[in-house]
């Protein structure tokens, strides 16, 4: 059987979906340490919050049939659009209107949309890429492009800080913008570091997407005002130039894909018209069970006094477990935890690359995910830190989270000696 070339490059394994199927399969097999994925905890508190609103779309008459049984538009649910134009502007001062919003099936759906109207073969016969200008960046941008050749990237300045921390920061200094880059994009906080760009990298980048007529897209899954998984000061930014891509996901909300896109009116009508030719139209129950957060507000209440503190203390004791494990055993240092679900763990001159430590540990029933997954736009570079990092999520129960770091730190260990063995013989 012959494929096309769209076909041919589905048919790889590409680092997100070996990081779904093995993240599937720990599941189903219920005995695995799951410190890899991007699932967010069960919140008991946000638990029951949805429970309560779906007992109450329950109670309201045709709402759950509404819910399951119609279409929505092609931008998606009419309500909650509405709803959170007004939350945006009374409370940001964004000054957008529905026309600015698109819903889609999860913002995974979004960047597959987005970096493909920007970026790839244009029609003068030019070619143009994203540009990310910090990785390591999110793992599920790597195989979203249609064509080849389709990121630029630059590595960051690392600053290194107190108790073994450390931060990665946008080079400005070794940044270029050339024509054939057709847009620029950042996640804030990033999957997989958890590094939250500050406000003032976030508004040179700004002003460079608007000095080279290009638009800045902001992967905020993981932002404010929600979720909200940030532990330092971050304002949320928005113009006509930007595109802020959220998501209902680490609210809670994984399993109802549901994306939201804000962004100018033609490229949130150029999103709808995908939406129509792919979806017909995106998937509504998030959107529905979600409205009333929304309208009232709540959405950002919950997520400032509920959401955040949740996992910034989760953060907090697993870089205490980090440190009782590993200690002065080997080298090793921790970017800071400034937002997301993650912990970003640094081996300097890991014996062993990260991809074989990867394997170790699954075998071990630890799943975490290696670092060389996100570094696109770096392929080529000679760079060793691309093999020395994993990624590891502390969103699990206590118990997971610490017998994970037990079984990392003890086969890292287990590899610096393998290492420094050979070299006695």
Known sequence: MQYSVFGEKFRHNSGITQLMDDLGAAMAAGDTLMLGGGNPAHIPAMQQQFRELM????????????????????????????????????NFGWNITPRNVVLTNGSQSAFFYLFNLFAGAFPDGSHKKILL????EYIGYTDTGLGANFFQSYQPTIRFLEERMFKYHVDFNALRIGGDIGAICVSRPTNPTGNVLTDEEMCRLDALARAHGVPLIIDNAYGTPFPNIIFSDAAPLWNPNTVVCM?????????????????HEDVATALAEINGVMHLAPGGVGARLALELVRSGEIITLSREVVRPFYQRKAEQTIAWLHEELGESVPWRVHKPEGA??????????????????EQLKARGCLVVSGHNFFAGQEDAEWPHKHECIRVTYAQDEQTVRQGIKVIADEVRRCWLTSLSKLAR
């Open 341 to 358: 679900l993650f912990l970003w763990l640094w081996f300097e001159g890991l014996p062993c690359t990260s991809a074989a430590l990867y």
């Open 55 to 90: 007992e109450s779309i329950m109670r309201t008459p045709a709402a759950f049939e509404r819910m399951l049984g119609n279409y929505d538009g092609t931008r998606g649910n009419a309500a909650f659009i509405e709803a959170l134009v007004e939350l945006m502007n009374t």
């Open 133 to 136: 200008p910090l990785t390591p």
């Open 247 to 263: 998501s209902l996901s680490k609210l809670g909300l994984p399993n109802l894909r549901t994306g939201i896109v804000i962004a």
